[in-house]
């Protein structure tokens, strides 16, 4: 157990402006945004901010009745706010550790759950997996992000990229997944004995198949995620 007196645990532990730009790891676990602007982030992440900042969940119609119909069926986990003003924002998600991602005309999947906050010069839109969404708890949706501009995601512990050849495709649980490239396009395949090694008595086990040229990110962690209803 680390024991310090007041000071030494102020010094230790206060704030510091790295000068690294829009994103900034306070820790590995906490996101300074220093906002000059506005940047979208997850609903409910804000720790802690100072400066002049508002915050506004996100419109049910504010981009388009389509992305309104895709939130209806992904539930809160694709809830967003707005944080719009000048000064310094914290986020943090469930303590969970976070990866910067510097976009340059590119495009990656990540896991709705997973996506702690990204520049609005960033495209996004819901993607919806219908065809697993019903076979596991709360569901399963993504985010596709385009464009260029920074991007923050979070993961369970540390997070592992796998490269995926189309001679070597990857297979990885749904629940451990957290993100991917642009360019694939999971297939979702079913194993029936499979479910009897990893203790599971309610289905067949799911997993998602990736195949082509690209990467998948995953977590050492299976996040189940509950419905509302």
């Known amino acids: 157990m680390n024991r310090y007196s007041v000071d030494e645990f102020v010094s230790k532990t206060q704030q ?3 000068g690294e ?38 419109g049910v119609f504010e981009h388009g009745i389509g992305r309104m119909v895709k939130k209806v069926f ?47 010069s960033i495209h996004w839109d819901i993607k919806l997996m219908k065809r697993i969404s019903g076979m596991l708890a709360g569901g399963l949706f993504n985010i596709k992000l385009e464009g260029t501009g920074m991007a923050a995601i979070t993961s369970h512990y540390e997070p592992l990229t796998l490269i995926v050849t189309p001679e070597s495709p990857v297979y ?12 694939l396009q999971p297939e979702f395949v079913t194993d ?4 009897t090694f990893i203790g599971r008595g309610s289905g067949e086990s799911i ?16 996040e189940v995620y509950y419905s509302e209803s």
């Open 16 to 18: 510091e402006d790295k």
């Open 192 to 195: 029936v004995s499979f479910k």
């Open 21 to 58: 730009g829009l994103f900034e790891m306070e820790t590995p676990r906490l996101l300074e945004v220093n906002l000059d602007g506005k940047v979208w982030a997850k609903a409910g992440s804000m720790v802690s901010y100072r400066g002049r900042v508002k915050f506004k969940r996100e």
């Open 74 to 120: 992904s539930g809160e986990g694709a809830a967003l706010m707005k944080a719009e003003g000048n000064g310094k924002v914290y986020l943090a998600d469930q303590g969970k550790k976070i990866s910067i991602l510097n976009l340059k005309d590119d495009s990656i999947f990540v896991n709705g759950h997973d996506l702690l906050a990204f520049e609005p």
């Open 172 to 183: 990885t649980d749904p629940n451990a997944t957290v993100a991917w490239s642009g360019s």
């Open 207 to 222: 997993q998602m198949k990736f195949s082509g040229n690209g990467f998948v990110v995953v977590q050492p962690f299976e």
